[in-house]
């Protein structure tokens, strides 16, 4: 609980005075967890739904949502946005990093557009990594076994000056293919690599530079034939200056690129063939924080960022203007007001203008009773936008069949605009004696104008199609997420989380769906979770995670198909025989030989299957 956290309110402050619904993953629970990758970490915050789709796919959501196309959850690495203007949503395949290097990973399930902006809609996954200070001498690891093939990762840190501290890292993986329903291959096996960078400098007490970068390249198998071919890289700096205890600033601008190759297998009516994107992100951020007296915690700032999307077609598959650049200008502001002693209120909101439906205000207002220095309650109301993505609007999917006939099966619209929530909470935060912590938020979440699917013509020779993306549905969830830790003993953690979900999304009344207001949801009702954490003689640790997690409903089309509840098991066996050497065994999926968590039932589904590696590491 003394954790401290900065993505609730934009300035550090303990866990325990967090006022939202935010989770923390530290790096001594990435590395007892035997994760090897960031979207396997993410299975350690209570208050998400992860869903292993391949070998090289994943469905992370908050809230619900968590669709092929989940776009409600906004990511950085380390102040770095990673979503895609494609489809507002994360290509989780090529979000990687050194894990030994993550310091922590802060989530939070709710909105947090006054903060962060469009997308921050059901929640925001901060993921920080270690200041090259912290990071010093030589790290090695590799190791390999059943999925999860062969490994290896090294990094070097060291100093170019007095208080200028560098580390560079390079690192490699190759995973193995999945399976389908039947128990064949899957052919989605994949092989990246990435390498890169940071420096820190402390110049003097009032100032602190960072500047970063890393670059990665893959190829994945893609199942319905050929390979995919990902690479990218980014370049981070950034500027701290203190002006005092009661002032700071902060000046961050990156420069991103991602490079995509996405084989497209023929939709029946127009050839296979591959469709290439190629994405420039130019983003500058501006902070500054403030005290005002001693009740009045001020924070503001403003923001820019420029796109620049080349996207080449494949026969099934184009977007139109191929070739697109958006500006995205933002400002906020955001004050927290001691009203007494132990009762804080924050009013702030986020002012964003961009080049699809211009003016969008994302305002809340949040409230924190301090019951007593261990226990807090907090509620808050927020609303939150998702702004319209480039398949909403300049998605085509054409058949290549002459007029009369449709010339696509799927367009996007000119008219999609943004779909909003208006989400309300109310959570507690306990220290309960020195073994037990705990934490209990709700939510009811208010939609309006989510994406819908729209029948064209009906008859011959139209046929229903093309299917216009629309904005035809609403509708509400709500439900519980809780979390709580018991230090049973000196050498015996446990950890357990439940979430509680409930959907009901409709088609507006007078408007239509294909889908019946089925395809934005793919959720489990109900989740369970239970970590237990051992620290034997020996320098021995030994780690297990279970979980629980509902069935879900998927479609195809109008088609509800059923991906059924499971149990699964991972555990991890650690020796450290001395302070720089650690030997360790993972086992993941334990349960099963294969499971399916995602997909629409049938040949084409895949399941993950159980896996076993080893992994050796060495510091010096």
Do not use: C
């Amino acid at each position: 609980m003394d954790v401290e956290v900065t993505s609730v309110l934009l300035d550090p402050e303990k866990l325990l005075e967090a006022p939202s619904a935010i989770q923390v993953v530290t790096q001594d629970d990435i590395r007892r967890s035997g994760a090897s990758s960031i979207p396997e970490a993410l299975r350690l915050a209570d208050n998400l739904e992860v869903a292993q789709k391949g070998s090289d796919a994943w469905g992370i959501s908050a809230r619900g949502f968590n669709t092929d196309l989940a776009n409600k959850l906004l990511v950085l690495i380390d102040g770095r946005t990673v979503y895609t203007p494609l489809f507002s949503g994360v290509f989780w395949d090529v979000q990687d990093y050194l894990l030994e290097d993550i310091d922590q990973i802060e989530v939070i399930s709710g909105p947090g557009g006054t903060q962060w902006g469009s997308n921050a809609v059901n929640g925001v996954i901060n993921i920080t990594s270690k200041s090259a200070k912290d990071t010093q001498g030589l790290y090695l690891e590799s190791g390999g076994g059943t999925q999860l093939e062969d490994f290896g990762a090294v990094r070097y840190g060291g100093t170019l000056a007095p208080n200028v501290y560098f580390r560079v890292y390079g690192k490699y993986f190759d995973r193995n293919s999945e399976v389908l329903a039947d128990g064949a291959d899957a052919k989605d096996s994949l092989r990246m690599g990435q390498g890169g960078f940071r420096i820190d400098a402390d110049t003097d007490p009032q100032n602190h530079l960072t500047l970063q970068g890393d670059a990665y390249s893959g190829n994945e198998n893609v199942t319905t034939g050929g390979d995919d071919k990902v690479s990218g890289d980014n370049i981070l700096g950034r500027w701290t200056h203190s002006f005092s205890d009661d002032s700071n600033t902060s000046l961050q601008l990156y420069y991103d690129r991602t490079h995509l190759a996405l084989p497209k297998p023929t939709n029946g009516f127009a050839p296979a063939g591959i469709l290439t994107d190629d994405l420039d992100t130019y983003d500058l951020d501006f902070k500054h924080h403030i005290r005002l007296g001693s009740r009045n915690r001020i924070v503001w700032g403003f923001g820019y960022r420029l796109t620049r999307d080349v996207v080449k077609p494949a026969p099934t598959l184009a977007f139109l203007p191929a070739n697109l650049d958006q500006d995205l200008a933002s400002s906020f502001a955001q004050d927290e007001i001691m009203l007494r002693e132990n009762l804080f209120f924050t009013l702030g909101t986020k002012i964003e203008h961009n080049d699809y439906t211009g003016l969008e205000v994302e305002p809340s207002a949040r409230l924190q009773f301090n019951l007593t220095p261990k226990q807090m309650l907090w509620a808050a109301v927020s609303r939150a936008v998702r702004t319209p993505s480039r398949i909403d609007r300049d998605l085509r999917e054409p058949t290549g069949l002459p007029a009369p006939f449709p010339q696509s099966i799927l367009n996007g619209s000119p008219n999609f605009v943004s779909e909003t929530v208006i989400a309300y909470e109310v959570g507690y935060r306990a220290q309960l004696g020195t073994n037990v912590t705990t934490s209990l938020s709700t939510f009811y979440n208010d939609y309006n104008n989510v994406r819908s699917t729209t029948p064209g013509p009906a008859g011959f020779p139209n046929f229903g199609f093309p299917l216009v993306f629309q904005n035809n549905l609403e509708g509400e969830t709500y439900g519980l997420e809780f979390s709580t830790s018991y230090q049973m003993l000196d050498w015996w953690r446990l950890h357990g989380g439940y979430d509680l979900l409930e959907e009901h999304l409709r088609v507006k009344p007078g408007q239509v769906d294909f889908s019946d207001a089925h395809n934005e949801t793919a959720d489990p009702q109900n989740q369970l979770s239970l970590r237990s954490s051992m620290d034997l003689p020996q320098n021995v640790e030994l780690d297990t995670a279970l979980r629980w997690v509902d069935k879900l409903h998927i479609n195809n089309g109008p088609t509800l198909g059923t991906v059924p509840s499971y149990f699964e098991l991972d555990a991890r066996l650690g020796w450290s025989p001395t302070k720089r050497l650690e030997f360790s065994i993972v086992g993941q999926n334990l349960l099963h030989n294969h499971h399916a968590e995602y997909g629409f039932p049938g040949p084409t589904q895949e399941e993950i299957e159980r896996s076993v590696y080893g992994k050796v590491v060495w510091r010096y």
